[in-house]
């Protein structure tokens, strides 16, 4: 029995796209045949594992595409960088602020 996680009856995988070689997977457990790949409901998982962690990337409609960003991301992870949450200040705020300043003293 092969470790692959292929079916022999199932098309080839694909192993390059767009001039980036895709990462397959070795072992059984990965069943889209990608690593970092999961199927998810209707879509594909992009997960990467950091320092025995799972950390989501995202998610795309085939697995060849997840695989591809799984590619990308271990190119160059900023590709995939979440921006950072920053406090914006409220509309009442903001609006208290100009009144106060607005009012003669």
Known sequence: ?????HSPG?????????GVSL????KKKHATGYKG??????????EVTIHGKN???????TAVEAALAYA????NPEL????KKTSTPKITD????????????
């Open 94 to 105: 903001s609006f208290e602020a100009q009144r106060s300043s607005a009012t003669p003293k």
């Open 80 to 83: 995939f960088a979440r921006p």
């Open 55 to 61: 950390k989501y990337i995202t998610s795309r409609d």
């Open 72 to 75: 990308q991301y271990l190119k």
């Open 37 to 46: 790949v999961k199927k998810m409901h209707d879509r594909f998982k992009v």
């Open 1 to 5: 029995m092969s470790d692959s996680p």
């Open 23 to 26: 990462h397959l997977a070795r």
């Open 10 to 18: 199932s098309p080839p995988l694909q192993t390059e796209l767009d």
